[in-house]
C-alpha cells in the first residue's frame, strides 16, 4: 500500500497514514512509532495478526524466521529469538516473573530463575562407590550412584567429555594396619592429590581429598588407595566415595 504524507494545510498534526481504509504505521504525538497497532505504547511497537507472533522475518523461500516474540499488551509473556523453518535451532524465553529459559534444538540447556539463580545447566557429573579387588592400587570397580551427561567410569577411569574446571570429591577407607596408608586422585596417570594417615594401626582410617582442576577434553580422573577397605558389597559404599562434576 503506498503511503501519503498528508500535507500540513490539511491536517493540524503531523503524521504517516495509507490512503485506504486502514492505518499501516502510526506515529503519536511522543513520535512513539506503532506497526500493525494505532496505538504504540512504547518508541517500536511491532504487534502482528496474532498474538504469538510480534516481529517475523520471511525469505524468498518461505522459510520463517522468527526474531522476536516479545509479548502481548497485557505483558503474558516474552520469548523466541531465532527460530529457523519451524524448528527451534535456537531460542530464549523467559515469562514476566517466571525463569528464563535457554534451548537449542527444541532442547531447554539452561535456566535462570526469576532470583538470578542459574538452575538447569546440564552439566556432566557422576557420584558413586570406587574400589579394587586386590586391596591396594587404582580402583578398577565403580559401582555407580548417579550419573549425568557421558561421564561414566570405564577400564579404571573418568573421561571427562569437554574441557573446563572439574570438582573431583574423594573419600576412601582402610582396613586397620600397621603403617601408613595413602590415597591419590590421578589425572592421566599423574598424581594431582594425595591424603595420608598416620601409622598407628588403631581404628580404620578415613580420607578425604577435594580439588577443583582445569582439565582438557579426554584427560582422565584415577583414584588410588593404598589398603581398600571391602566388606563384600557391590552396591553403593558410603564410606568409599568418588564424585566430579564439571563447574564450567
Same mark, same amino acid.
Given at each position: 500500500?503506498?503511503?501519503?504524507?498528508?500535507?500540513?494545510?490539511?491536517?493540524?498534526?503531523?503524521?504517516?497514514?495509507?490512503?485506504?481504509?486502514?492505518?499501516?504505521?502510526?506515529?503519536?504525538?511522543?513520535?512513539?512509532? %506503532?506497526?500493525?497497532?494505532?496505538?504504540?505504547?512504547?518508541?517500536? !511497537?511491532?504487534?502482528?495478526?496474532?498474538?504469538?507472533?510480534?516481529?517475523?522475518?520471511?525469505?524468498?523461500?518461505?522459510?520463517?524466521?522468527?526474531?522476536?516474540?516479545?509479548?502481548?499488551?497485557?505483558?503474558?509473556?516474552? %520469548? =523466541?529469538?531465532?527460530?529457523?523453518?519451524?524448528?527451534? $535451532?535456537?531460542?530464549?524465553? +523467559?515469562?514476566?516473573?517466571?525463569?528464563?529459559?535457554?534451548?537449542?534444538?527444541?532442547?531447554?540447556?539452561?535456566?535462570?530463575?526469576?532470583?538470578?539463580?542459574?538452575?538447569?545447566?546440564?552439566?556432566? !557429573?557422576? !557420584?558413586?562407590?570406587?574400589?579394587?579387588?586386590?586391596?591396594?592400587?587404582? $580402583?578398577?570397580?565403580?559401582?555407580?550412584? $548417579?550419573?549425568?551427561?557421558?561421564?561414566?567410569?570405564?577400564?579404571?577411569?573418568?573421561?571427562?567429555?569437554?574441557? +573446563? $574446571? =572439574?570438582?573431583?570429591?574423594?573419600?576412601?577407607?582402610?582396613?586397620?594396619?600397621?603403617?601408613?596408608?595413602?590415597?591419590?586422585?590421578?589425572?592421566?596417570?599423574?598424581?594431582?592429590?594425595?591424603?595420608?594417615?598416620?601409622?598407628?594401626?588403631?581404628? =580404620? !582410617?578415613?580420607?578425604?581429598?577435594?580439588?577443583?582442576?582445569?582439565?582438557?577434553?579426554?584427560?582422565?580422573?584415577?583414584?588410588?588407595?593404598?589398603?581398600?577397605?571391602?566388606?563384600?558389597?557391590?552396591? =553403593?559404599?558410603?564410606?568409599?566415595?568418588?564424585?566430579?562434576?564439571?563447574?564450567?
Amino acid at each position: 500500500m503506498a503511503l501519503t504524507k498528508i500535507p500540513s494545510e490539511l491536517s493540524s498534526t503531523t503524521g504517516i497514514v495509507d490512503n485506504s481504509n486502514a492505518t499501516a504505521i502510526t506515529i503519536d504525538s511522543s513520535e512513539n512509532v %506503532g506497526i500493525g497497532t494505532s496505538s504504540p505504547s512504547t518508541g517500536l !511497537h511491532v504487534k502482528g495478526a496474532g498474538s504469538a507472533s510480534w516481529l517475523t522475518l520471511e525469505n524468498t523461500t518461505s522459510s520463517n524466521y522468527s526474531i522476536v516474540d516479545f509479548k502481548n499488551e497485557n505483558g503474558d509473556r516474552v %520469548g =523466541y529469538v531465532g527460530t529457523y523453518n519451524g524448528d527451534d $535451532a535456537f531460542y530464549v524465553y +523467559g515469562a514476566r516473573n517466571g525463569p528464563m529459559q535457554f534451548f537449542t534444538n527444541a532442547s531447554e540447556r539452561m535456566r535462570i530463575d526469576s532470583s538470578g539463580r542459574v538452575t538447569m545447566p546440564s552439566q556432566p !557429573h557422576i !557420584h558413586g562407590s570406587p574400589s579394587n579387588a586386590s586391596g591396594s592400587g587404582i $580402583a578398577n570397580a565403580f559401582y555407580t550412584s $548417579a550419573s549425568r551427561n557421558t561421564l561414566s567410569f570405564s577400564n579404571s577411569r573418568v573421561t571427562v567429555p569437554v574441557a +573446563g $574446571a =572439574y570438582l573431583i570429591n574423594f573419600n576412601t577407607i582402610s582396613d586397620t594396619g600397621t603403617g601408613r596408608v595413602d590415597a591419590d586422585v590421578k589425572v592421566n596417570g599423574l598424581n594431582v592429590a594425595s591424603s595420608l594417615t598416620e601409622a598407628n594401626g588403631q581404628g =580404620y !582410617h578415613q580420607k578425604n581429598t577435594s580439588v577443583v582442576l582445569n582439565l582438557s577434553a579426554n584427560d582422565y580422573i584415577q583414584v588410588d588407595n593404598d589398603d581398600w577397605y571391602n566388606a563384600g558389597a557391590t552396591y =553403593y559404599d558410603n564410606w568409599r566415595t568418588l564424585s566430579v562434576t564439571l563447574l564450567g
